[in-house]
């Protein structure tokens, strides 16, 4: 079989094209062929070399969507459409690749009215999400901010939270055209940060109340800045740091208001914690309600490119 394998984490120039043996089925894994691989931020950071514990070679591609082969069983009989999740491309070979031995506890049926590709592009994000906002405390009212609307967190956070009854799903974008792109793809609460700060953009459309929660992947100045945006007793979930690892806070951000500040790790999260998760997540796929938003996609040998296209765009590939 093909998959697109790094041989060492040295950059785009790293992932090569490679063929072998189809993975064997035991231990209780599932056989899925894979129709669409999704492309992530962490894909990228693991090139890099700047993930923690991993180890070359290795294929990437931590979340994909396929059909079931053989191993299912009754839940996952083959022909099975199938999305999943888990350790796949960080700590044992992934999706970037025509076959994955995959554990049957990682696996979900896609719904009917989702296609491969949008599906390939589910597990990561909306899974981070809805985790993300139920260790936040999210309810019905709250009011979400979830920074770099294009971004796949961005955008799962901001669809979930307004599909679950959210006053105020906001985000964020760095220039005008983004804005209005987001605008045509219905988001209709993104703040503009070339023309005012993100804080006072939270404050304008909450009517100076701020964020109940915010959901950060991205790191850098804009977690500094969100922490100015958190109403009173609010909490900030950092995920990731696609700006960077590194920021200065202002305590007082964090103190006047009585705010908190944690951080989410999906890799040790509990087995029932996604199921959860899940369970949440489908309904809402099958009424429509949210939305996995493709960018663009690419063809296996083609991996590089969509890394590449990921990082200078900001958005979601498959």
Known sequence: MRAMRAAQFSGYEGLKLVDFPKPAVADGKVLVRITAAGVTPLDYTILSGKFHGVKAP???????????EKGGGTDYPAGS??????PYGAFEDGTY??????RKEDLCLIPE?????????????????????????????KTVLAPAIGGSIGNAVTQLARALGAKHAMSSTTNHAKAEHAKALGFNEVIDTSVERLADGVRRITGGYGADIVIDGVGGEVLSEALGALAFEGSLTTLGYSASRQTTLDVTKLIVPQASIRG??????PKAVVAEAWKAIV?????????PIVAKRFPLPDAAEALRYLVRAGLSAA
């Open 58 to 68: 290795l294929v990437l591609g931590n979340e994909g969507a396929g059909v079931v």
């Open 97 to 102: 690749s025509e076959w994955v031995a995959v």
């Open 283 to 291: 309904p809402l796929l099958k009424s429509g309600a949210i939305k």
């Open 264 to 269: 989410l790790n999906m890799f040790t999260q």
């Open 113 to 141: 009215n989702v296609d491969d590709l949008s599906a390939a592009g589910i597990p990561v994000a909306y899974l981070t999400a809805q985790v993300a906002l139920t260790r936040a405390g999210f309810r019905a009212g």
């Open 81 to 86: 459409r199938v999305m999943f999740f888990g």
